[in-house]
């Protein structure tokens, strides 16, 4: 339903795994969907009872990167929005992790499949989007409006 889609919806059809997917919009932002691994807020914690990371459905866009806990509930339920304004920086660490710093918090994602190369999709989606900000892109009141509304949905 379009008026259900985020900053920027797909179809993702590939059976029980989606695989990410990457896209252009219309603006040339580079966007990226599909399934990483983020470690839990509380992994020494969960080092005790082995379970370090979690599979989440994740979204780049433009202006933010969102996760839930599946594409489902990206839609219908509770949601971790950040503004990509608001990162600081986005680095490799191993071959399949990679770090986003913003002011408030340090995510790391692991990907599930395609090694370095697959991870570096998702650093460069999130270095383009940050650099789209930063070549006066116009305000971002239009990002802010649009991080209330999946905070609200």
């Known amino acids: 339903h379009p008026s259900s889609c985020r900053v920027f919806c797909a179809e993702v059809q590939a059976g029980p795994h989606p695989r990410t997917v990457?896209?252009?919009?219309?603006?040339?932002?580079?966007?990226?969907q599909g399934y990483l691994l983020k470690r839990n807020?509380?992994?020494?914690?969960a080092n005790l009872l082995g379970v370090k990371y979690?599979?989440?459905?994740?979204?780049v866009t433009a202006?933010?990167?969102v996760y839930a806990k599946s594409q489902q509930?990206?839609?219908?339920g509770k949601i971790q929005v950040f503004a990509i304004h608001d990162m600081l920086w986005v680095r490799a660490e191993a071959d399949?992790?990679?770090?986003?710093?913003?002011?408030?918090?340090?995510?790391?994602f692991k990907v599930e499949t395609g090694g370095s190369t697959e991870r570096d999709k998702w650093i460069n989606a999130l270095q383009d989007s940050k650099q789209q900000h930063g070549e006066?892109?116009?305000s971002?009141?239009?990002?802010?409006?649009?991080?209330e509304h999946l905070r609200k949905v």
Request: aromatic share 6%; hydrophobic share 25%; net charge positive.
């Open 22 to 32: 990457s896209s252009k919009n219309m603006q040339g932002g580079n966007h990226m």
């Open 41 to 45: 807020k509380e992994h020494r914690k």
């Open 54 to 59: 979690k599979r989440r459905w994740v979204e």
């Open 63 to 65: 202006d933010t990167l």
């Open 73 to 76: 509930e990206l839609l219908t």
């Open 96 to 108: 399949t992790k990679f770090l986003v710093k913003f002011k408030e918090r340090t995510l790391t």
């Open 136 to 138: 006066g892109s116009g």
């Open 140 to 147: 971002d009141h239009g990002a802010n409006d649009k991080i």
